[in-house]
């Protein structure tokens, strides 16, 4: 039987208000002998509410799609994206680009914006976390003196202006960057060297030793949940996920609208 459940948030376990709806919250109490691990894009502090309503406060998370590791206040394991990567892309949205887009640069609870615009509001209000306001090429430059990089960036914007700047990752930091385009107005980029999936593999290695892959179930929606479906035990898609995500699943579920990982679980632990 399966003896550890990781789960996406965003499109997978929230409901329509982008929030926990009292039916997810009441399915996990009822299996709390299991653990649960949330799995996301967002950072740490983004995911803080929801531990607090599923009781699992001080529980490990899974944050920046696998870059950041972290169980209560330790870090488990940390991977960053270079400065000198950051710094060109600053350079290029600022010089370069069409039109600038929006940059939000995120490491550990961190995260900065230029300005509070549509797309810095438009996050606030989807992760019930407001940023801070600095410039980027001043956040390139306190990271410099203080050794630090990205856990993620996130590039949000009009389109076309996003083509541009996603065929100036890939022309010259492919082999460096995860660039993944959940929308055509935005792209989340991570260090290649992380996923979802190595995130659970180093946090079953270090945190569950006992518990093997083929004992977790994880559910997702997106392009960035397709290496972790497909390779975990058991790994459910909801009915609204990509049809690549789909394709490697072991089971697809309802829509997250409609409680789909409550209404799966409900039915293999009855």
Known sequence: MYKIIFTDIDGTLLGPDRDLTENTISQFKKINHIPLVLVSARMPK??????????????????????????????IHSTEIPINIIEALVEFN????????????????????????YWAKREENNT???????????????????????????????????????KFLEDNFNDSLHLYRSKDTYIEIANKEVSKLTGI?????????SISLEEVIAFGDNYND????GAVGHGVAVSNARDEVKAVAKA???HHK??????????LFK
């Open 46 to 75: 983004q995911m803080h509410h929801l531990q607090e309503k599923l009781n699992i406060v001080n529980e490990p998370l899974i944050a920046f799609n696998g870059a950041l590791v972290t169980a209560g206040e330790k870090t």
């Open 94 to 117: 600022e010089n370069t680009s069409e039109e600038k887009i929006h940059i939000g640069l995120f490491n550990h609870n961190n995260w900065y914006v230029e300005e509070m615009d």
């Open 128 to 166: 019930k976390i407001t940023p801070e306001i600095k410039k980027n090429k001043d956040v390139v430059s306190l990271w410099k003196e203080t050794g630090k990089g990205a856990h993620k960036i996130m590039c949000m914007g009009d389109a076309a202006y996003i083509d541009g700047i996603f």
């Open 201 to 209: 593999k180093l946090l079953l290695e270090d945190f569950y030793p």
């Open 226 to 229: 397709v290496e972790m479906i």
């Open 252 to 254: 697809v579920t309802s």
């Open 258 to 267: 409609e409680d789909g990982v409550a209404v799966y679980l409900e039915s």
